[in-house]
Nanobody, 118 residues
């Protein structure tokens, strides 16, 4: 059974930092690209960042480029999202997911809430 458990969210002030973690189980973690998505109230879920198999290549949404860093630890089956210089526009529920080839999986974790106050 595939499980993705996100944690690390919270309430922070604008300009501060948070690090999110996502622990995976139920699949061969090292064989999948991993990514972070977010969904703000009343909006669709959007892509935030992706780290490819092996961790050597990453992609980011323009809105977070230069502020967020995605990384993975295959031994711990965990993907991280370091978020710096947060703004209220970053307020959302953050989710991780796995990608095989170009296809993102359809099952999601419960997400972790990030709220940034101005």
């Amino acid at each position: 059974q595939v499980q993705l458990v996100e944690s690390g969210g919270g309430l922070v002030q604008s300009g501060k930092s948070l690090t999110l973690s996502c622990v995976a189980s139920g699949f061969i973690f090292r064989n999948f690209n991993m990514g972070w998505f977010r969904q703000a109230p009343g909006k669709e879920r959007q892509f935030v960042a992706r780290v490819l198999i092996g961790g050597g290549d990453t992609n980011y949404a323009d809105s977070v480029k230069g502020r967020f860093t995605i990384s993975r630890d295959d031994a711990k089956k965990t993907v991280y999202l370091q978020m710096n210089n947060l703004t209220p526009d970053d307020t959302a529920v953050y989710y991780c997911n796995r990608q095989y080839g170009h296809v993102w999986a359809s099952n999601w974790g419960q997400g972790t809430q990030v709220t940034v106050s101005s």
